[in-house]
């Protein structure tokens, strides 16, 4: 029997043991959905730690691991699955959420919000309390921060802005392991900074491998695809916002505006001429200029005209004004879009293989594992797929 059929342990994933999710447990159901880290394999069960996130956030928050031992279970491997991107997605939200919480009845978040209360006003003093003097200064960094996201999106742009806080926040996401164990250890900013950036290509290929699946991406191929990352993102940070309309270079418009011709009562303009006529009158006697000048069947002396109608019009008078030429397709083809193609892609991965990395193409077997994913999971899918069929159209139209 082999000693990890499903590859669930640290040697089989690098010395990092994968994130694992409890299903299908009937003897006690409540542990399904709980996460976990198998440590070893025997007598066809593994041993799996689960993860409390609880008292893992109480841990890394107040620096004390006493009492932060896991509780640990034998389970078959049918009943544990690697978790997927969004799975570790709202375990990582839960563990912030928990450490935040564990932070603020830490003493050094107690202590921290009363040496602000003791610097206000003393009639508010007496009025507040560590938790709300932090939950301020929260409100007030929050309020800060989007004043100073809306002065830098009027600069440069809302677009701009969005790419460097998204490059910023993945940058800080992937070296987060060498800042928490820089910080437990009270090492200099300096000393921290420096570790983090001689492992960040490490990191970055960790992560890789755990958002896409594969064991055997290589340092070349994790390289290649931070350089593509970091090519796509200065690209949308150094290229100029096009502007609401551009005109030719030799675009000259044309100035020479006609005003619409005036508007007079036909019955009036009718009796106009009727008067000049009893009165024995020239012909247009009491009409107003205007009526000449705009009369489109105004009459043409016989020896003036010669039978073309450049004689009749002069057309060298009008100057040629070309319309604005239309504003460049662009493709909608961008970074959230090939987010959208890695998640349709990971999911298919998961879809046909099994645990132990072995790929079915089973249409029951597949079948089998469509039921057993939740509904949030295919409405993002759903999701993801209309965004890459969206952007994939986008060049034929």
Same mark, same amino acid.
């Given at each position: ?25 009937? %003897? ?26 609880? /008292? ?5 928050a107040t620096g004390n691991d006493s009492n932060a031992q896991p509780t640990f ?19 990582? %939200? ?26 206000? @006003? @003393? %009639?508010?003093?007496?009025?507040? /309390? ?57 090492? @200099? ?49 150094? /290229? ?20 619409? @011709? ?49 004689? %009749? ?85």
């Open positions: 029997m082999s000693v990890d059929p499903s590859h669930f342990l640290p040697a089989a994933n690098g010395g990092k043991p994968p994130l694992l999710k409890l299903q299908n447990i009937t %003897a006690k159901p409540e542990l399904n959905g709980r996460f976990g880290q198998a440590v070893s394999f025997s007598a066809g069960r593994y041993v799996v730690a689960i993860i409390d996130a609880s /008292t893992a956030a109480a841990a890394a279970l034998k389970l078959k491997p049918e009943n544990l699955t690697e978790a997927g991107n969004m799975d570790q997605l709202k375990f990582g %939200a839960s563990m912030m959420v928990q450490t935040a919480k564990a932070y603020i009845v830490s003493p050094t978040a107690q202590n921290l919000g009363q040496q602000i209360i003791d610097k206000l @006003p @003393p %009639a508010i003093q007496s009025k507040m /309390t560590p938790n709300r003097a932090l939950f301020g200064i929260a409100i007030a960094a929050h309020v800060m921060l989007y004043i100073l996201y809306l002065i830098i999106g009027k600069l440069i742009g809302g677009t701009k802005v969005f790419v460097l806080l998204s490059l910023l926040a993945l940058v800080l996401a992937v070296s987060s392991p060498d800042w928490m164990e820089g910080y437990k250890a009270n090492k @200099p900013l300096n000393l921290i900074v420096r570790n983090s950036i001689i492992n960040f290509r490490r990191r970055w290929k960790e992560n890789l491998q755990l958002m896409t699946g594969y064991n055997n991406i290589s340092d070349n191929m994790a390289l290649a695809s931070l350089v593509f990352v970091l090519l796509f993102s200065g690209k949308v940070l150094l /290229t100029r916002s096009p502007s609401a309309s551009r005109l030719p270079p030799n675009y000259m418009p044309n100035t020479n505006i006609q005003t619409a @011709p005036p508007q007079y009562d036909l019955e009036h303009i009718y009796k106009l001429g009727y008067d000049d006529a009893k009165a024995g009158s020239d012909f247009g006697m009491s009409l107003p200029d205007d009526i000449i000048k705009y009369n489109a069947a105004q009459e043409v002396p016989l020896d003036q005209y010669d039978g073309s109608s450049s004689s %009749a019009h002069n057309y060298d008078d009008y100057e040629y004004g070309p319309p604005m030429p239309p504003p460049p397709r662009k493709s909608s083809f961008g970074m959230g879009s090939m987010l959208s193609l890695m998640t349709l892609y990971r999911f298919g991965k998961d879809l046909v293989t099994t645990p132990d990395g072995q790929v079915v193409m089973d249409p029951q077997y597949i079948m089998a594992q469509l039921r057993s994913i939740e509904t949030w999971r295919l409405g993002l899918l759903a999701m993801s797929a209309y965004r890459v069929v969206s952007a994939l159209s986008s060049f034929v139209r």
